[in-house]
């Protein structure tokens, strides 16, 4: 008899392989430790606002290809919401200039010659830069490959590059920005259309899993931490979980979907990760004018991502590990003073939340990304995945979902 896939964590990338293997008719048992599903991609009801709100923000492309698989897998790809053409709008601070970048749906790149639709001030040759970091793969960082300077960079090539790579650009990889430019701008419009879960990150990426995953009589065991793996030879042979200890037999496998520094508690010498960087996120209570762009980058401001909801306006800001000790009630004003002239709203700071993630991605310079192992173990029957693993993209969404579905094909396989 076929035995049962292990599936330790039930965040993006456990939930894609739960699914992957629960529709290939392979027995599968989930667990997570936490009280809920989906990782650092979830929702909650948070008493302070007295609304539902995302513990993240997170934007979804077009191009990511596995992460819409995903939501089709589950019946939930009408979820996301968005343009149907690849539109950026943009507000400057110091100029206050305000701009709509408008990409055309196919790969020719014929948008950087009309000035209405590319950035301000930029000439259509300022994006050769962007062509040249396309197949950059020397183990450099962005500004060791280009010029991180002008109009262009910060405009566009700056906001892109850190929100994709939770990471400054003078220390980020190049080859993982090159990678994220790759399957966007260089593939035209089509591939660019920014999309956002409307409903919440709940609703959209993780409760339509779960109703999926329990129609196929899955087991997900909340609060059921993993303590440790036992082994023998090249083979996991049981799971500690404490009061519990689950055998695993000899055609059983073990899905690791844990985050890094757990897996290397768990995994015997393995190298992950071990640098993280932090996002912050604010959340207002308010109702967004109906003239507002869903999402609006922000440059020359603290805040760099606007977010419009209904009845709440969040925001996103990336590599922020030095505003983790600035007082909230401080960083709550100074955001809303910056969202008010974005929005148009007025002054008077309304119902707000901050929530900081210190460890939200792990940091994407060179030095770490050399350190993110692939989806096979040592051990036969062991297989990792999450967005630290070594899925050629940043810690994404898009990379979360590859790395579930790369171990499950794995697994699968035994």
């Known amino acids: 008899m076929p035995g049962t896939v292990h599936v330790i964590g039930a965040g993006l990338a456990g939930l894609a392989a739960s699914i992957r293997l629960a529709t290939r008719g392979t027995r599968v048992s989930l667990h997570e430790?936490?009280?809920?599903?989906?990782?650092?991609?979830?929702?909650?009801?948070?008493?302070?606002?007295?609304?539902?709100?995302?513990?993240?923000?997170?934007?979804?492309?077009?191009?990511?290809?596995?992460?819409?698989?995903?939501?089709?897998?589950?019946?939930?790809?009408?979820?996301?919401?968005?343009?149907?053409?690849?539109?950026?709008?943009?507000?400057?601070?110091?100029?206050?200039?305000?701009?709509?970048?408008?990409?055309?749906?196919?790969?020719?790149?014929?948008?950087?010659?009309?000035?209405?639709?590319?950035?301000?001030?930029?000439?259509?040759?300022?994006?050769?830069?962007?062509?040249r970091l396309l197949w950059a793969i020397e183990d450099k960082t962005i500004c060791q490959t280009i010029e991180c300077a002008g109009l262009l960079y910060e405009r566009l090539a700056r906001p892109l590059w850190l929100a994709a790579l939770n990471t400054a650009p003078h220390e980020a990889s190049v080859r993982l920005a090159a990678a994220v430019t790759r399957a966007t701008l260089g593939r035209g419009g089509k591939a660019c259309r920014p999309l956002i879960a409307h409903d919440?990150?709940?609703?959209?990426?993780?409760?339509?899993?779960?109703?999926?995953?329990?129609?196929?009589?899955?087991?997900?065991?909340?609060?059921?931490?993993?303590?440790?793996?036992?082994?023998?030879?090249?083979?996991?042979?049981?799971?500690?979980?404490?009061?519990?200890?689950?055998?695993?037999?000899?055609?059983?496998?073990?899905?690791?979907?844990?985050?890094?520094?757990?897996?290397?508690?768990?995994?015997p010498a393995l190298v992950s990760p071990n640098e993280f960087r932090a996002i912050v996120n604010a959340h207002f209570r308010i109702d967004p004018p109906p003239s507002l762009a869903p999402i609006v980058g922000v440059v020359n401001g603290m805040v760099e991502?606007?977010?419009?909801?209904?009845?709440?306006?969040?925001?996103?800001?990336?590599?922020?590990?030095?505003?983790?000790?600035?007082?909230?009630?401080t960083l709550a004003r100074k955001i809303w003073e910056e969202v008010a002239i974005v929005a148009g709203l007025p002054n008077a700071m309304p119902p707000w939340q901050i929530v900081r993630e210190r460890r939200a991605t792990f940091a994407a310079t060179p030095a770490q990304n050399a350190k993110r192992p692939g989806s096979a173990t040592a051990w036969s029957n062991l297989f990792l995945a999450g967005d630290w693993t070594d899925t050629g993209l940043p810690a994404t969404i898009e990379g979360a979902v590859r790395s579930g579905n790369r171990s499950a094909d794995l697994a699968g396989r035994l």
């Open 33 to 131: 430790a936490a009280g809920q599903a989906g990782g650092r991609c979830r929702s909650y009801h948070d008493p302070a606002l007295d609304m539902v709100i995302d513990n993240g923000n997170h934007l979804v492309l077009s191009a990511n290809h596995a992460a819409m698989a995903y939501l089709a897998a589950i019946d939930a790809a009408e979820m996301l919401v968005g343009p149907e053409h690849a539109e950026f709008a943009f507000v400057d601070l110091g100029s206050s200039e305000r701009w709509v970048l408008r990409i055309d749906d196919g790969q020719l790149p014929w948008w950087i010659f009309d000035k209405r639709r590319r950035v301000p001030g930029t000439k259509a040759a300022d994006y050769l830069a962007l062509v």
């Open 200 to 267: 919440g990150l709940g609703n959209t990426f993780v409760e339509p899993a779960l109703r999926f995953l329990r129609a196929r009589d899955v087991p997900v065991v909340f609060g059921h931490r993993l303590r440790g793996l036992d082994f023998s030879k090249d083979r996991v042979i049981a799971l500690d979980f404490g009061e519990e200890r689950i055998g695993v037999g000899d055609g059983d496998r073990v899905i690791l979907a844990v985050p890094p520094l757990v897996a290397s508690e768990l995994v």
């Open 305 to 329: 991502w606007l977010f419009s909801f209904k009845h709440r306006v969040s925001v996103t800001i990336s590599a922020a590990d030095r505003l983790l000790d600035t007082p909230r009630e």
